[in-house]
């Protein structure tokens, strides 16, 4: 980054900071496209957005009181939303990737008690300030591509203490960094060494993890693994019963590995999101569009494992399902800490448009968090999480690999 902007400091008190001389890609619902207003401004009081749009309609009462910064016709977009990730884990599991490489499957490896399970038993092992410290690593990389709110899941302790241990560690994320933090809780991610069963496990979630985690405020939804490997329909079922009982929204890891009609069953209880979906048909998709939950798709763990079949990008498209697009970074299925690398997948690996992916890591991921009042979009009332580029045209953000042009990242106007 160079140094232009820097010297403004931190926005204070009652001051109002303009932006100007920008080309604003707004990604708000009501305009066209990517809402692009090419001679913008965007004007910022206490942390949010005051005024975004044309710098001709910019109000007078506004500029009277106001410092303004010369954006030197850069792009800003939103500050960027990873929707979907599990960056809040210990240790690592390249050991598995060498196993992969030498012919091994994901599901394999989990059947054989390596998979999700070692990462419980390094995330066991592991002190609160350690995760954190792990972790921050991670966060910090997204962060320097321009995200400003990220989502973080549980579902590597599998027990009440190793869980909530995990949770703080992401509340104290945002503590130790300019960024807003989602939680979710995902207890039925994997079944843990000690459980005798699955159906004695998913009562252990809802009667003993899901309560502690509620009352302490520690989640704000709850997600599960439908998959073979992990739990069915029914078990995914009784834990969003509990959830809903607690005032929880919803989310699921859906068709991932293969088609048990979770996108439909995450579209019955009003679902913020199903995830994965490459085995997704199109009942689950209208099903979704029925129930306003959005798709996420998650190209690097399609990328890491080598699957083949892509998430029903047409169907998503034909029935109207919002589209999201995360990182999903985990330490299994897509050690991926790069929103940008992933929106180049979505387009490349998926076929998504340039527009799709953009919407998809701005408005749609805040959508899947049940934060599109508050972020995700360059509109008056939302924070000021802003993300100016060195770019000539928004599409350079979902076509490059590995290069980050970046300039200035704003969180709550700060
Ligand atoms: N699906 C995934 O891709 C990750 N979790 C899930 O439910 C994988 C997590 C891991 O392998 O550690
Ligand atoms: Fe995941």
Redesign the pocket.
Known sequence: MDSVLQPMGEQRGDRIRIYTNVRLATMAAGMLGLGIVEDGAVAVEHGRIAYAGPASDLPQALIAKAETVDCEGRWMTPGLIDCHT?IV?AGN?AHEFELRLSGAT?EEIALAGG??VS?VSSLRAASEDALLAQSLPRLDALMAEGVTTVEVKS??GLDVDNEIKSLRAARRLAETRKVTVSTTFLGA?ALPPEATSKSAYIDYVIQAMLPAIAAQGLADAVDG?C?GI?FSTDEMRRVFEAAKSHGLPVKL?AD?LSNLHGAALAAEFGALSAD?LEYTDGDGARAMAASGTVAVV?PG?YYFIRETKKPPIDLFREAGVAMAVAT?C?????PLTSLLLTMNMGATLFGMTVEECLIGVTRNAATALGLQAETGTLEAGKWADLALWNIERPAELVYRMGFNPLHLRIWHGL
């Open positions: 599990h884990h599991r994901y998979g999700i990462s579902g590597y991610h693994f998959e992990a890891h991932q994965h998650l763990a999903d985990n330490p299994g299925t897509s």
